[in-house]
């Protein structure tokens, strides 16, 4: 079971709250987690990958277990502690305050 | 007896402001969508009840909100907005050629005769339409070969902002972009042409009257003449005669012609109204004083109404798409401000009143007249 936390206006879209919980089919990676993601949730498709470049938006990042997976390929398995739901897979509005 | 629902679209949310037809007592929804910007929201002249939002971020995109019940519900449909084969490019701010980008829908123009079929005007410009209630969306890619290559944003974006729908021809449509101009249809939106014969932009442009890249700001038409069309131009209070063929001024004696949204009032199709701004470098109503111009002649003559409006320190804009008019004898009209402010007059502007005071900067306001 993958655990991911969305961000507050994701989570309002969604209807969801702070951590949903996935089950991902075949290896666990960015690609196939956020694969999942968009299955079960429709609504979040575009949000955080472009609809047809599959691209990251631009102010969207990915942190696990204290590193930036931001830059990784959709094909980059995810760490150990993520697969295992020791850990969750944070999907974060960058940081653009005053 | 009949009811006033007011939609307002704001940079952090969406909010219904709902009246009886006295309009004195407000009911104050939202916000819905919180945080998030809500660009537009209208209702289905068909079918009042269903409503389209087009709410975006910066962070997370577009997407499309509908209500089936006036708005007490949502639910998100389709966010997926994708131009006709290659997007090619369009004019940068410094005359160089851009890619064109999808960015944010910025008006949302429901059928006048059916609730699922509703056109997105989008920034970068082009015009997009439903017919499954906003699940999937088509672009109408005629539009952006009419001279799309030459099409600049101006200071807001590139953006689609204003759609008008003829009511005695469903195949004729009017579109206003910045910094393109008015473009019309005669084919229910396959083929489009260039409608601005009688702009002049000395200050913008290097040909004043060139075919397109005039800063229409917004146009307004009464249902009952639809020949006839009024804009707000960048700077320039316009009018045609015949359907945008050709387009002459009617500032008159307005204190500024520069300003953002232009209405008509809803029984009487002479009688259009405007805020002046003060100048493109001043976002603000000259000296201080928030005043809406009323014309009852079509046009050259204005009388300035204040009744309830602040005269005296203030500076707050009025965009595009953030006046309305409601259909009740006598005619509402309705602004939002970038302060917050929603005003209100019950008497064709005669004397106004805020509904509300402190909103986030409002975007864009809608009315609709309920039975």
């Not at chain 1, 694969?35 to 575009?46: K, S, V």
Request: overall charge negative; proline content about 7%; glycine content about 10%.
């Amino acid at each position: 079971m993958i655990r991911v936390v969305l961000p507050h206006h994701l989570r309002t879209l969604a209807l969801v709250g702070k951590e949903v919980d996935l089950q991902v089919e075949g290896p666990t990676t960015l690609g196939s987690v956020l694969d999942a993601l968009e299955a079960r949730y429709p609504m979040l498709r575009g949000t955080i990958r472009d609809h047809i470049t599959q691209q990251r938006r631009p102010f969207i990042r990915f942190f696990a277990c204290g590193q930036d997976l931001s830059h990784q390929p959709p094909e980059a398995a995810l760490p150990d502690e993520v697969v295992t739901g020791a850990e969750v897979f944070r999907i974060v509005g960058a940081m653009a305050g005053g | 007896m009949n009811r006033v629902r007011v939609l307002v679209g704001t940079r952090k949310g969406a909010f219904i402001l709902t009246s009886n037809a006295k309009r004195k007592r407000w009911n104050v929804s939202g916000p819905h969508f919180a945080g998030w910007e809500i660009y537009h929201l209208n209702g289905s002249p068909a079918d009042p009840n269903r409503l389209y939002a087009s709410q975006s971020t910066g962070w997370f995109g577009q997407q499309i909100q509908r209500s089936n019940d006036g708005g007490q519900t949502w639910e998100p449909v389709g966010n997926k907005f994708v131009y006709d084969g290659v997007p090619g490019t369009h004019q940068w701010y410094d005359g160089t050629q851009h890619p064109w980008e999808f960015k944010r829908v910025w008006r949302l123009e429901p059928s006048l005769t059916d609730p699922d079929t509703v056109y997105a005007g989008v920034e970068d410009a082009a015009m997009f339409r439903s017919t499954d209630g906003g699940q999937t969306w088509q672009e109408l890619p005629g539009l952006r070969s009419a001279k799309g290559n030459l099409w600049q944003p101006g200071a807001g974006g590139m953006c689609l902002h204003t759609i008008v729908l003829d009511p005695s021809d469903p195949k004729r449509m009017f579109i206003a972009i910045s910094a393109a101009g008015a473009f019309r249809t005669d084919d229910g939106g396959e083929t489009w042409r260039p409608v601005n014969s009688g702009l002049k932009s000395p200050y913008e442009l290097p040909d004043a009257s060139a075919e397109v890249g005039h800063c229409v700001h917004s146009i307004a038409m009464h249902p009952s003449r639809p020949g006839v069309l009024f804009m707000q131009k960048h700077w320039d209070v316009m009018r045609s005669d015949d359907a945008g063929g050709a387009w002459h001024e009617v500032s008159g004696n307005l204190p500024s012609d520069f300003g953002f949204p232009i209405a008509v009032h809803a029984h009487e199709p002479n009688t259009i109204y405007v805020v002046p701004i003060k100048s493109d470098s001043e976002h603000f109503p000259p000296d201080g004083k928030l005043r809406v111009y009323r014309s009852r002649t079509g046009g050259n003559e204005w009388e300035a109404l204040t009744k309830g409006l602040p005269q005296s320190d203030c500076y707050v804009n009025i965009l595009r798409s953030a006046m309305a008019v409601d259909s009740l004898d006598s005619c509402g009209v309705y602004f939002g401000t970038t302060g917050g402010q929603v005003y209100a007059s019950a008497d064709s502007g005669d004397s106004w009143a805020p509904i509300v005071r402190d909103l986030p900067a409002v975007l864009s306001v809608e009315v609709q007249t309920l039975p």
